[in-house]
């Protein structure tokens, strides 16, 4: 029961991907698929980013006191951290590697989701429907693969 | 781990908590308006949690780009398109279940071997991570580290990420063109009329 509570995020992001992945599966909607793979997708999001998560830690910028070489004004601009809890003890980052590799992974997912709606608006103009099982009919019927029969 | 119980893990999990009844919502919906506003709900809500996470940086960019620009673009789809899903019936969802149930269970038999939520010793956390942050105080003078990284460390992988959205805009260029004329134009493949779904039933009813 505690490697479960200790896991938490993992299980509930678990649960999270297999719906996108079901969404995915069992439509024949191409729209609704999409929408499936992209929660698939945001989960998968998740799970990287409460990997880097440290508790106790806060979001990786420096602290001002941590930083040297720094142009910032040596008084004036901001004051002095009024919290004592931090003077002493060394200040805890979470890990900053999984949000760079997100957030190029948000900006590629959106690309190749604009990609995805892109060719199911193209499918409608020559099917004239976005279901898959009907786009298999009429393949079928109107010998769009061009079997010999 | 009782005693680790703080209003923040409260938080968290009443976070992922709706994020799991939104992702079931779109299961069972059928209407594709409300089904991409849910895409939306979800992505927001996930942004609400990395800020809880300490990615504040992926917070932003995912309310701004999965919320945002992703909805404008399914909605823009859903509206050259259709409004509504098909039903899918009970007997073709037993697959994709069972599918789904097998893979599941895979990644919860791997799950006692992650390390905890919030290890500060775990793996990922220890080595090249910590590393970026310790350099990042001594290289750059801005002290956002995601941003030091992004920018610098890896400024090469950054230019493929504006490399990759430069081909996904002009795949649609090619795909749909200027004319403005996208979705309302009829094609005639092997110069057949495909009529599209009204008269699907009565075209098979032609042929043998």
Excluded: C
Excluded at chain 2, 17 to 28: E, G, H, K
């Amino acid at each position: 029961m505690t490697a479960i509570f200790e896991h938490f995020n993992f299980v509930v992001v678990i649960v999270l991907m297999m719906t996108g992945l079901f969404v995915v599966f069992a439509t024949q909607n191409m729209i609704k698929k999409l929408v499936g793979l992209s929660v698939f997708q945001t989960s998968v999001f998740l799970l990287y980013i409460s990997l880097s998560k440290v508790s106790g830690g806060q979001p990786p910028i420096i602290d001002k006191k941590d930083l040297h070489g720094a142009s910032y004004p040596a008084d004036g601009g901001y004051d002095a951290a009024p919290d004592s809890a931090y003077q002493a003890a060394e200040v805890l980052y979470s890990n900053p590697l999984p949000h760079v590799l997100i957030l190029t992974a948000i900006v590629v997912g959106v690309a190749t989701l604009a990609i995805g709606l892109a060719l199911v608006v193209r499918v409608r103009e020559v099917y004239g429907t976005i279901e898959d099982d009907e786009i298999n009919k009429i393949d079928y019927n109107e010998n769009l693969e061009g079997v010999a029969r | 781990m009782m005693e680790g119980f703080t209003p923040i893990l409260l938080l968290d999990m009443g976070l992922l908590a709706m994020l799991v009844v939104v992702a079931f919502a779109v299961v069972r919906l059928r209407s594709l308006f409300a089904i991409v506003m849910l895409q939306g709900v979800y992505s927001l809500l996930s942004a609400a949690w990395f800020v809880s996470l300490d990615a504040v940086d992926v917070a932003f960019t995912e309310a701004a780009v999965g919320a945002g620009i992703s909805t404008v673009l399914m909605l823009g789809a859903m509206l050259l398109t259709e409004r509504e899903a098909k039903p899918v019936p009970f007997q073709k969802q037993l697959g994709p279940l069972f599918i789904v149930t097998i893979v599941a269970l895979a990644m919860f038999y791997a799950v006692g071997d992650m390390p905890a939520f919030g290890d500060a010793l775990s793996p990922a956390n220890s080595y090249v991570g910590a590393d970026y942050i310790a350099a990042t105080k001594n290289d750059i003078i801005l002290p956002n580290v995601v941003t030091a990284v992004l920018a610098s460390y890896r400024s090469f992988d950054t230019f493929g990420e504006v490399v990759v959205v430069y081909m996904a805009g002009l795949g649609i260029l090619l795909l749909l063109g200027l004319n403005g004329n996208a979705g309302k134009w009829r094609a005639k493949p092997n110069g057949q009329n495909i009529t599209g779904r009204k008269n699907t039933a009565e075209q098979r009813e032609d042929k043998p």
